[in-house]
């Protein structure tokens, strides 16, 4: 049997999956706290709903309870991990190196939150260091985030969390997405440089208000950011960035309602081979919309980059631009599917750009288990020059589950 009709058979079994009935069940740390099933702040695990949007902005507390909330203390322990196991197969050209075709245990993340007092709530996640081994992805051991929530200072409209966190100038979040696969333009960056998708530790504040006659509620977000690890562990933190988003209609824009946004970030940072050279600036602007029309979701990033050249070591400022449209679509409870395109024009200098589409889904065995199979292919087009183009194709099947 070739690669192909072994693909085939398995989405075919996926897609079997799909009509067995299951239980459902509830999930760790809040599940747990609240007796609720895990698909009260999930549409599709790991993604939020409308509620787990609100939910989160609200310090990790339910909004209108405030003053009946239990503490880390009053309750279950505030503990869960999430791992992910199952076949991967993935093929690189021209070259082969890092060619793949086997079980694999590919990640392994702990988890913690809760509420330390009214309004005072707190979020971890811990990636430990796993050797690679034959059957295992490797990994670097990491406090990935760590922060602490400070929630309703005075109104919804003030809000602050401080310390290490996926900040709100990622609007389409990187770390709750469906698919295994990144999103490019969330990874791009200069050389040794700050991706947006990387997590960082500083502070921001962010409030929302809503007007129900209207249908509408506008909200806001800045942060102040530590920046590139490029720069001296001395320098001071110089990254600033400022994000405001309109909702029209109930919800948050996640299952209901349609949101847009804008976002800007600057910041300065020192060549990543002249660590020695003063820092210089880039910058980041671009427009995001997640748009609902019954059970399909569409998300919309666009953003355009410059850095400026000392960044590249090269003559001239590095100016770029891309983005990803994706769409989900949940027909049941248990079932998601979804695909997306990726393409980030480089810069000029570099000769190339990248593309790629990711298409997949996921089927639930219950609230915090799941089924999830996967296809992406992704490419660096180069220009102007004898150099191959590279090609990445990958296929998962996998569980991926919390407890």
Known sequence: MNRHRLVVLLLTLAMFLCMLPTPSSAVPVFARKYGFECTMCHSAFPRLNDFGVRFRQNGYQLAGRENEERTVLQGPAPFAARTSAGWNYRHFTPDNAGDVNQFQLNSLDVLSAGLLWKNIGYFAAYVPPI???RGVVGQDGTLEMASVVFSNIGSSWLNVRAGKMEAAYVPISVKRRLSFSSYEIYDFAFPGGLALSDTQTGA????????PLSGLALGYAAGFMNGSETNLADDNPADFYGRAYVVIGPGEGQTAGQRIGFIGYRGEARPNLLPSAARTSFTRYGLDA???????NVALQYLHGTDSKELWN???????SGGFVELSWQPMTRVVAFGRFDWVSQPDFTNADRSGFTIGMRYYFVDQLALHCEYSNRRLNFSGSSVPDEKENAFSLSTDFAF
Do not use: H, I
Request: negative net charge; charged residues 25%; aromatic residues 12%.
């Open 131 to 133: 050797k690679e081994a």
């Open 204 to 211: 921001e504040v962010y409030g929302q208000g809503r007007w």
């Open 290 to 296: 997640s748009l609902n029309m019954g059970q399909l």
């Open 314 to 320: 090269m003559p001239e400022d590095g100016t770029f």
